[in-house]
């Protein structure tokens, strides 16, 4: 983990930008060839070594005003120390790690909570304790103890609920006796949903189910509206042909259903029928001097 934060630091002050070593560090860890646990560190060396840009542009004031912005950087500098000190050293103080993975999830199934969370962090918070600043210290006081005791409570609960919930009151097992939209997405995801007009959730399929190819129906053959999952290609359905004793399909684009030599159904599978024919050819039946068979097998195969 510190081997981790040396490098990210390094790395940070060989390209002399935080943000350079981090985007080029997300893609990587959207890839799953860094884990979580090893971009933590990884970034917090990295704000670490940003330091470095603010401390070397100090040195370049004259006069009087080096000492102003040397003590500027040096606050820039323990103020990011400070902060590695605080999360890392002790395991259960890496909850930021916890945090992060479940804002991932959620954005994951809900793509504009990523939009909602960035307009939040950087300009409703922020404005809204900057004019609470203006109003006086009692009001910010009073908001921020509130805010903090709430996300606290909440924290706790949730925690407790997931390691031990019969320790708990029966109605705060789970959150189901508050409205839906207070402790569930899904209103909201409706909402947006309903408001932008788009699907912004991610819709796959799973791992069990098949992906259905539907034909174009041809309103001449109205009787002819089948699916072909794509264990058989439909390119390859429609252009194969095969003779034997036990298998014969000729299908074309221009091939009339009803004299089709073999009854189609609403599902066509990519299986071979039973072989009801011949039994195979035992080896003596195909030794050099039975030439005669040999040739009618070969003229058969062919």
Partial sequence: GYLAMLVGAIMTILVQSSSVFTSTLTPLAGAGLVSLERAYPLTLGSNLGTTTTSILASFAAGG???????????????????????????????????????????????RWFAVIYLCFMFFIFPLTMFGLSMAGPIPLYIVTILLVTILILS????????????????????????PLWLH??????????????????????????????????????????SVVYN?????????????????SLSVTNNTNVSNCPISFTDVAY?????????????????????????????????
């Avoid at 080896?283 to 062919?302: A, F, I, K, M, W």
Wanted: hydrophobic fraction near 35%; proline fraction near 7%; charge should be negative.
């Fill in 184 to 225: 569930s997405l899904d209103p909201w995801d409706e909402l947006v949903l309903a408001a932008i007009g788009c699907c912004c959730r991610k819709k796959g399929w799973d791992d069990d189910d098949l992906q259905e190819s539907m034909i174009n129906k041809n309103e001449e053959d109205g009787e002819f509206n």
């Fill in 270 to 302: 990519n299986k071979l029928s039973k072989n009801n024919g011949s039994p195979t050819p035992s080896p003596e039946n195909l030794t050099p001097t039975n030439l005669s068979r040999r040739g009618s097998l070969q003229q058969d195969l062919v």
């Fill in 155 to 178: 924290v706790t609960v949730t925690d407790i609920q997931i390691s031990a919930p019969s320790y708990l009151p029966r109605i705060f097992q789970n959150w189901n006796f508050l």
């Fill in 231 to 247: 264990k058989l290609p439909i390119a390859k359905l429609l252009g194969r042909q095969k003779s034997s004793d036990s298998f």
């Fill in 64 to 110: 009087d005003n080096l000492q102003a912005a040397l003590q500027i950087s040096l606050v820039h500098l323990f103020f990011n120390l400070t902060g590695i000190l605080l999360f890392y050293p002790i395991p259960c103080m890496r909850w930021p790690i916890s945090i992060a993975r479940v804002l991932g999830n959620t954005t994951a199934q809900y």
